[in-house]
Each structure stands twice: as structure tokens, then as C-alpha cells.
């Protein structure tokens, strides 16, 4: 048998045993088994049984962690790799279009978390009626028209009560 067939060189080569794909992407092999059952990557089968991956599953996971980091749950990373042709590593095309969508999204966690910070020293409007503060921002819990929740600090303000009287 010449070399070129041999099980060390060809197409092969590209498949990568679960612990080296572990261990380049810094997850545990039991992580990269469980985005394997989600969906999220594909292992193929040696002959042994054994899981191979492509080396674009690197790239692939690597995005996986870093949006969990980032706090986003698992059903809107999969859409983002679903909308992505199964099998294919991501172009600089792909890439940077998953770069834009999450940099409006990052722009507007980040007013978010500003917002919170802001108000944080003050009347959310949940309804407690705890504070001493919470009697003068929102008396007999008049937040509670808008809806459930930190009405203040999901975007209504005292202002808005006024307005509705």
C-alpha cells in the first residue's frame, strides 16, 4: 500500500479525535459531547466508534463559548450556526456578519446595563413599596399599570404615570 493511502495522510487528516478538539478550544470533552447532542456540531465515526471532527468544529465551538460568555443562551447561537451550510467552516463573509448582529446587540446590552446603573440608586418601580424612596417615585404602586416588573427599569418612568392620570 503507497503512502497516499495510508490512513495517516488524505482527507482524513482534517479529523480531529474528541480530546484534541477539547483541548484546543479549552472545553471538556463531556462540552464538546454535549453541543454534539444540541445540534451544534457533528462528529463523525471512525471505524472504532471513536468521534472525529472536522477542524472547523474548532472554529465552531470557540463561537459557542465565546457567546455564552457574552451571556447569550444556546437557541440564538444555534440560529446564528443554523443559518450557516452544515459542513462548511464560516467565511470572513459569515463572520463578519455575525459580527454585525451582535454588535447592535452588545450596543444595546450596553445601554442596557447603563440605564441599570443609573437608576440603581433609586425607585425601580417593582411594586415593593419598601423603600421610603418608593412612597415619592411611585405612590401606591401606580408603576404597576405598565406591567409586571421593574416598570422604571424596563423603560417607563414616573413621568409616563403622570401623563396617564
Known amino acids: 500500500m503507497s503512502s497516499s493511502n ?23 470533552v463531556s462540552a ?22 472536522t477542524r472547523s468544529t474548532i472554529r465552531r465551538l470557540s463561537f459557542i463559548r465565546i457567546c455564552q460568555q457574552l451571556g447569550y443562551p444556546l437557541a440564538k447561537i444555534a440560529a446564528h450556526l443554523d443559518s450557516l451550510p452544515e459542513g462548511r467552516t464560516p467565511t470572513d463573509a459569515d463572520w463578519q456578519s455575525f459580527a454585525t448582529q451582535f454588535a447592535v446587540d452588545i450596543e444595546h446590552r450596553i445601554s442596557e446595563l447603563t440605564t441599570l446603573r443609573e437608576r440603581l440608586d433609586g425607585c425601580i418601580g417593582c411594586g415593593c413599596l419598601s423603600l421610603r424612596a418608593c412612597a ?13 416588573g421593574p416598570r422604571y427599569l424596563l423603560g417607563d418612568s414616573a413621568s409616563d404615570i403622570d401623563q396617564d392620570q
Open 32 to 53: 464538546v459531547r454535549f453541543y454534539e447532542e444540541q445540534g451544534l456540531v457533528h462528529a463523525e465515526r471512525a471505524s472504532s466508534g471513536h468521534r472525529r471532527f
Open 6 to 28: 495510508s490512513p495517516a495522510s488524505g482527507p482524513g487528516d482534517d479529523l480531529l479525535p474528541i480530546g484534541e478538539v477539547a483541548k484546543r478550544t479549552g472545553l471538556a
Open 136 to 148: 415619592l417615585y411611585n405612590p401606591g404602586d401606580t408603576a404597576a399599570r405598565f406591567g409586571d
